[in-house]
Nanobody, 125 residues
Framework: QVQLEDSGGGLVQAGGSLRLSCAAS????????MGWFRQAPGKEGECVAF????????YYADSVKGRFTISRESAKNTVYLQMNRLKPEDTAVYYC??????????????????WGQGTQVTVSS
């Protein structure tokens, strides 16, 4: 099975930036769409960004639009989330996700086949 390793989290001041990375192990050419989810304690999980297998279709949650950018390298086995102008409200564990099939609902957890272990992002004020 495909393994995803997400990384890049840390502690930053409000207004700072972080770049999260998600690397798929092996020759995972079956991967199509990928996304980033986050969950803070006591809060519902939220899809913050999505990118299609072609890289053409993009989605951002309203709460991060204009501040976060999702991208993937040409091999399509690594996805990034550039997070700028971070706010304390962005504090959460961020999870990378990947789908082997066409995506009908970008924000539905069951859409995705593989998940990373999560990386902690903490934004101080």
């Amino acid at each position: 099975q495909v393994q995803l390793e997400d990384s890049g989290g840390g502690l930053v001041q409000a207004g700072g930036s972080l770049r999260l990375s998600c690397a798929a192990s092996g020759r995972t050419f079956s991967i199509r769409a990928m996304g980033w989810f986050r969950q803070a304690p006591g809060k519902e999980g939220e899809c913050v960004a999505f990118i299609s297998g072609t890289g053409i279709s993009l989605y951002y949650a309203d709460s991060v639009k204009g501040r976060f950018t999702i991208s993937r390298e040409s091999a399509k086995n690594t996805v990034y989330l550039q997070m700028n102008r971070l706010k304390p409200e962005d504090t959460a564990v961020y999870y990378c996700a990947a789908s082997n099939r066409a995506v009908a609902d970008k924000t539905r957890l069951t859409t995705y086949d593989h998940w990373g272990q999560g990386t902690q992002v903490t934004v101080s004020s």
